[in-house]
């Protein structure tokens, strides 16, 4: 089964997506990642915080230096301990829970090679949404994650997205 799919490729831009983080190495090498584009990994991590789980992020990463932008969603962090969750070579935008709630949270890990700075971060109705905007002579992008807390109530995804 595979479990690394590209969502999106354009001629400056490619968007992966994988559900299996154990493959994903693999599922990025066979896709051949030599010409240079700006690179987006999206990945579901089901908690940045839990043990090794960030040691094992930061070695996948190093094993991809061709990964510019990183959309982490269900980081579980919190604004008491999103400090100690950065990665080398990046600059770091999170949208954080409360102490009081488990899940969620949504984390944008952009290269440090591109100018950026967070345009949005907030949390409505159970929805999560952080946009980042790439700034640069050659790239003006936005980055934007929503994370729906509420599978149940897809409601209020659609109102904020209104």
């Not at 935008?93 to 488990?102: A, D, G, I, L, P």
Request: charged share 15%.
């Amino acid at each position: 089964m595979q479990s690394c799919y590209t969502l999106l490729s354009r001629p400056d831009c490619d968007l992966f997506f994988c559900d299996e983080p154990s493959q994903l190495v693999d599922c990025l090498n066979s896709l051949q990642l030599y010409n240079r584009k700006l690179r987006i990994l999206y990945l579901n991590i089901r908690s940045l915080k839990a043990e090794g789980k960030l040691d094992n992020f930061q070695l996948l990463c190093s094993l991809l230096p061709e990964i510019d932008v990183i959309v982490l969603v269900e980081t579980w962090l919190s604004v008491n301990n999103v400090k100690y969750f950065n990665l080398p070579g990046f600059t770091a935008y999170h949208v954080t829970r409360s102490e009081f709630y488990r899940g969620g949270g949504i984390a944008i890990y952009i290269n440090n090679v591109y100018p950026s700075h967070c345009v949005c971060s907030n949390i409505l109705m159970d929805v999560e949404v952080l946009c980042v905007s790439i700034d640069s002579k050659y790239l003006g992008i936005n980055i934007l994650a929503i994370y729906n807390l509420n599978l149940q109530n897809s409601g209020n995804l659609m109102k904020v997205l209104d």
